[in-house]
């Protein structure tokens, strides 16, 4: 996805709170930020993509603190979603129909996307969430064609996002399962915000979920010559591919280079231009087939 103006703020507000995070308003602080802004003015002279722009100030503000500023927020985000979880089971548990049962899941997936620390002006709350699993509602669902389409296929390629929501990612992974797909999680080659690694995989248990976990290649820039092989290859043969949260969407353009189409996209929209993107308002939940 190509930049948009406010994403310019947006990119330099959140690199650097995560820099004053760790180290307050010193000195070296405001020299990391000065830099962050120097960066950015470099890169946007080379690609005005969004995901390549976010992920290379990443890189250099990680490099520069020598510390994971989400390290505590991926923990608390993991042990809320690990709590509720065995409730979002129970509420499943009572549903029989397979459909709505898939759709629910699908629903209760969404409100761990609400978990993301990387969006200027966004604010969440891990008690609110909670009750999200009872009245979240889809502005743009397409769940029952999916279900449909899950029916169908033996190959389902699952891209996670954020920690803490690849936790309740379990449930909608068992539903595919349960209709007779092979699903093939895809998580983080590295660190990148409070997004979920191989190590996230397994401790939030979805690895075990899974029939297999693999990494998508470097950051969230999921370009196609930066793609590792075997994700290139699940993305190639798989019948279905789930795409979590924003930075998975804006990086549609450059997936539909290998597969045009065949995406279940799951998200919520947490700022204007994804919003306008998928012609909702900020805040509307989506599942969308493209």
Known sequence: MEVKPECIPCLIDVRCREVIRVLDDSPEAFKICLEVVQTLLKLLDETRHTTKLATELYRL??????????????????????????????????????????????????????????????????????????????EVDDTVEAYDRVR?????????????????????????????????????????????????????????????????????YLSPDLLSKPFLEELENSDLVVLKGMANYENLSLLQRVRPSGYLLLLKAKCRPIAESLGVEVGDYVAKLV
Not at 162 to 188: F, I, Q, Y
């Open 152 to 220: 169908e296929a033996s190959r389902v390629l699952y891209l996670c996002d954020n920690t803490g929501e690849v936790v309740l990612d379990r449930l909608l992974v068992r539903e595919l399962k349960r209709l007779g797909a092979s699903v093939t999680v895809v998580v983080r080659s590295e660190p990148y915000q409070n997004d979920a690694t191989m190590e996230d995989a397994y401790e939030s248990g979805i690895a075990s979920e899974a029939d297999k976990v693999i990494a998508a290649g470097e950051g969230t």
């Open 61 to 138: 503000v990680l490099k520069r603190l020598s510390v994971d500023p989400y390290k505590g927020d991926k923990e608390a985000a993991n042990k809320w979603a690990l709590k509720v979880l065995p409730s979002a089971i129970s509420m499943l548990g009572e549903v029989d129909d397979p459909l709505e049962r898939f759709r629910a899941a699908v629903r209760f997936s969404l409100v761990g996307n609400a978990i993301d620390l990387g969006v200027s002006g966004y604010r969440f709350s891990l008690e609110e969430l909670e009750k999200a699993f009872e009245t979240v509602r889809l």
